[in-house]
DNA sequence: TCTGGGGTCCTAGGGCGA
DNA sequence: TCTGTCGCCCTAGGACCC
């Protein structure tokens, strides 16, 4: 059995385990630059705010129905998360940290387990420890526990945020009620598709032949249909895996113009990835840089591009990745384009301990000290104190975030305070 | 004025060598 | 030497996830 754990509304809920005076009161969490809605409290999606609401558009709904907003705190959520997670691996043998709300569990050869009790146990570790509040789903096959997620939340109040698909019945009556463009993996696209053909929910969607979806849709929602159907075809995936691209990409909190900006821009980008590599234990073999004017702007000329540069040899030195980036943002760079976002994106990656030397150009070996110094630097004095000197030294990057929380959990001196009277 | 960021997997189609 | 075919590899783009 596989047991699918999710944060309730994650980022509203870290946001009040430091204010219960928030408890009932309506959140929105805002995207990077407080440009839109990316997390909402059960009340405030309640009261009609959408995903993605466009924030300085809903401004006037935020202040007459008194929804608190917040910028997103990524120090406060990811500390929040693997507090979370910890828990959760005490449980099962196996753990899939799927996202930084979700994991599955796999519970194999547990036959002997209440699942009922055992979900009931592992709600109430992590809402007594983190005071975050979860939902269980309990299902032969991923797909299935999140069908059963999502009815645990979905009904809440019934089920206490439990629910378990262990018999042919209660699968069939899961999948009867879940609309199709609620499965797992079956997106806009594809609804909308199989909606013109009259499958509605899972359950339609399960009555389809095998040899039709393979066909007129693809091997994956093969897969998806035999485990809505209560087959086993995903595992549970090694998280430690190394990943196969990293990037690093910003909106800026305005237009620009000046190559000189994009190269500081690209350049501290391209630090951040070699960075994320070297903790990887990894190095690159290429790298994608691109460029976008803004799109919303239809009364300004528009240019998006990006372009590939193969490294010489597999590197995660900040200074080699940052050369690179730079020649590869001069072959894209146009005058007289207001960009508003740009990007770096490591590829082709490799493990750090099989680097293949070149007969003719290697990565210079003294970066690799450096590089050492430099990480071990940030990691004891705070991340990104030690830059190199073509990064924003003059001037800080600020996103816009007028509303951050205070890293409660993070930084000793935004620590919660209590005062008495 | 203001519209996020970071991933994965699959398929189609072209290049290319056997 | 030329041509057709097959299969492999690579890439771009599309779809999905959070």
Redesign the pocket.
């Known amino acids: 059995m596989f047991a699918l754990v999710d944060c309730n509304n994650f980022y509203a809920s870290c946001e009040r385990v430091f204010r219960p005076d928030l408890n009932g009161v309506p959140i929105v969490v805002l995207?990077?630059?407080d440009?839109?809605v990316?997390a909402r409290s059960n009340e405030a999606k309640k009261l009609g705010v959408p995903m993605?609401a466009?924030a300085?558009q809903f401004q006037e709904m935020f202040t007459q129905n008194n929804i608190q907003v917040f910028s997103s705190n990524y120090a406060l959520y990811g500390d929040m998360s693997a507090r979370v997670m910890n828990l959760l691996s005490q449980f099962a043998p196996e753990i899939e940290v799927?996202?930084?709300?979700?994991a599955f569990l796999l519970y194999d050869k547990c036959d002997y387990l209440n699942l009922a009790d055992e979900a009931l146990k592992i709600k109430k570790v992590v809402t007594k420890s983190t005071g975050i509040p979860i939902s269980i789903g309990f299902a032969p096959t991923k797909t299935l526990a999140?069908a059963a997620n999502k009815i645990a939340k979905k009904f809440a109040e019934r089920t206490n945020g439990i629910y378990i698909i262990d018999t042919e019945e209660k699968r069939i009556k899961a999948l009867k009620w879940l609309p199709v463009e609620d499965v797992?993996?079956?997106?806009?696209?594809?609804?909308k598709r199989l909606f013109e053909i009259g499958v509605k929910t899972a359950y339609d969607f399960t009555q389809l032949s095998d040899d039709w979806v393979k066909k007129k849709m693809?091997?994956?929602e093969l897969r998806l249909k035999h485990e809505l159907e209560g087959k086993p075809t995903l595992e549970m995936a090694d998280t430690a895996v190394a990943?196969?691209?990293?990037?690093?990409?910003?909106?800026f909190d305005h237009?620009y113009k000046e190559l000189a900006v994009l190269q500081e821009r690209v350049s501290t980008f391209a630090a951040s990835c070699a960075q994320?590599l070297r903790r990887q234990k990894s190095c690159c073999n290429a790298i994608m840089i691109f460029l976008h004017t803004?799109g919303?702007?239809k009364d300004l000329p528009q240019y998006s591009q990006n372009i590939?540069v193969k490294t010489p040899y597999p590197t995660n030195s900040s200074i080699e990745i940052g050369k690179f980036a730079l020649e590869g943002l001069a072959k894209i760079y146009k005058e007289n384009y207001y960009y508003?976002?740009a990007?770096v994106?490591v590829m082709d990656i490799t493990p750090e301990n099989r680097k293949q030397f070149s007969l003719f150009e290697n990565s210079n070996p003294k970066h690799l000290l450096l590089m050492q110094a430099m990480d071990k630097l940030n990691k004891t004095i705070g991340n990104q104190k030690v830059k190199l000197a073509r990064h924003d030294l003059g001037r800080t990057w600020k996103m816009k975030q007028e509303r951050l929380s205070p890293r409660f959990s993070t930084n000793l001196k935004e620590i919660i305070e209590v005062k008495t009277h």
């Open positions: 995207s990077n630059n440009g839109c990316i993605g466009v300085y799927y996202s930084i709300d979700e999140k797992w993996g079956i997106g806009r696209r594809l609804s693809s091997v994956v990943k196969q691209n990293i990037a690093t990409t910003r909106s237009n994320k803004n919303h702007r590939v508003k976002k990007g994106v």
